[in-house]
């Protein structure tokens, strides 16, 4: 079986990414199988390193691939992912993403910007009447 390692910086390595890692690998293995939780990284271990610089916190997890953008771009170069294409990734994102709230977990790292409006074009934008 393969696994990734990341290592954190000694000076990050206090923040509770272990803790919150090791809560939704609790609340996964009760749920068994709810939706949303197939989209979320699989936590299998962690352990601290003493390095030069510090201590370091190690989390193990399953390998993934490359970023969602790597993938995209390879296939559609520099146009606009097909719109079924596009709502495959948002609905799988917002599924973890729902997942990740039920949990009580925020995922602070995620806007629109960041994430799909480089892929996806922009917005189509409407005054709002009531």
Known sequence: RYAALKVLAADVSKVSEVAILCRLKQRQLKDGGSTGQEFLVEYLDDFKLEGPNGTHQCIVTEV???????DLD?????????IDVAKNVVAQV???VAYLHSCGVVHGGLTLETSFSAYLGEPRKQPLSR
Do not use: K, N, T, V
């Open 64 to 70: 993934l691939g490359p970023s969602i953008g790597a």
């Open 74 to 82: 390879d296939i559609y170069d520099d146009e606009q992912y097909q």
């Open 94 to 96: 917002m599924c973890g």
